[in-house]
């Protein structure tokens, strides 16, 4: 009987185990977690890993705690769907991710076939949006239609006078950024001279900037990201060139002028206006710099993906996919990035880009 007894006392404390491990919500983020971009991943890391906390620390979502899983993608697009399949033997209800948008895309619709929402922080090529494969796709961040007509003007306008090159790494951020953003500019009445393609991961842009130089290129439009940027930036400078480098969100990160020391001064670049000078985001900023982390880039974006999620989900009741995505198209959700909301195409209502300038080891906006 005691045997009988004890068996069933384990029996009892098992199944109440799998029940705690049951209720717990599974969440993911993912990105480059590795390789040349990881900068980006670590942002968007330090970002998931917060708002987790904090949600956990105020009592979790209708009484359940949150689990994160990353996933690390390397900005690879199959590497990105093998994650998004991984996250699905997982259990993950929701995912704040990916980065590149050459991984969000395809990524997106396995998250759409299994019922997962998906919340970019930082992906902003339109086809994520205006051809997302199911309703429970959104991004935070804004579009490189959007960017590219900030960048596309303030070139024409600030540069009309100087011959200006667009180039591109040929991934779905860099060329629809250049494109968009030569759209724009030659709306505005200003044609560039040059317009290539690099690879990305290239190391030597030595013949590059030699046609540069040759078609005396004042200013270089660059759609892609960081690191090759600043070793083009290095480059045009060790053969005596003082064009103006010009780019988009991928450089709002500390790397780039790590990569290209002061070489890297007088650097343009689009991005949202700076979440971390918004006075809502204050105390989320005061707690990352107390960890000795910079919330620079996505990380609050990708804090403010979780942070609307999950406030959805409390609207809900549930995690029930058709109840969240009915919420998050309804909701307005305050966030670290301000009150947000989304279209009927899961593009956010947020102001879209600024112009900003690298200088001093730091980025601020152009004055």
Not at 191 to 214: C, I, R
């Amino acid at each position: 009987m005691k045997k009988i007894l004890m068996a069933g006392v384990a029996m009892s404390f098992g199944m109440a185990m799998t029940s705690a491990a049951l209720a717990d919500i599974v969440i993911a983020t993912a990105g480059p977690m590795t390789g040349q971009y990881a900068s980006f991943g670590e942002q968007m890391k330090a970002g998931a890993e917060q708002a987790v906390a904090d949600i956990n620390a105020a009592g979790g979502i209708n009484g359940e705690k949150l689990v994160l899983e990353i996933g690390d993608d390397a900005c690879d697009p199959k590497q990105a769907v093998a994650v998004a399949n991984q996250m699905v033997g997982k259990g993950v209800v929701f995912m704040a991710g990916h980065f590149c948008s050459g991984s969000s895309i395809p990524a997106s619709a396995v998250y759409a076939e299994e019922g997962i929402i998906q919340i970019t922080p930082a992906s902003t090529n339109p086809k994520f949006t205006d051809e997302r494969p199911g309703p429970g796709i959104f991004r935070v961040c804004g579009r490189d239609d959007q960017q590219g007509m900030v960048a596309g003007a303030y070139l024409a306008e600030n540069f009309g006078d100087k011959n200006i090159a667009i180039i591109n790494d040929k991934t779905a951020y860099g060329k629809g950024l250049a494109d968009e953003t030569q759209k724009y500019m030659e709306k505005a009445g200003k044609k560039p001279t040059l317009v290539e393609s690099y690879t990305a991961g290239e190391k030597d842009y030595t013949a590059l900037v030699s046609k540069l130089k040759q078609e005396n290129i004042g200013v270089l439009y660059v759609g892609g990201y960081h690191t090759e940027a600043g070793l083009m930036v290095r480059q045009m400078r060790d053969q005596g060139m003082d064009t103006i480098l010009v780019s988009g969100d991928a450089l709002v990160t500390d790397e780039y002028w790590a990569i290209t020391g002061d070489a890297g001064a007088g650097t343009l670049m689009t991005f949202s206006p700076d979440p971390a000078k918004n006075e809502v985001a204050a105390p989320v900023v005061a707690k990352f710099k107390e960890k000795g982390i910079v919330p620079e880039g996505y990380v609050l974006y990708t804090y403010a993906a979780i942070q609307a999620w999950a406030d959805a989900v409390k609207a809900a009741g549930s995690t029930d996919y058709d109840a969240v995505v009915a919420a998050l198209d309804e909701g307005t959700f305050p966030t670290v990035l301000g009150d947000l909301s989304f279209d009927d195409k899961g593009d956010v209502s947020l102001p879209g880009y600024v112009v900003y300038e690298w200088k001093d080891g730091g980025y601020d906006y152009v004055k």
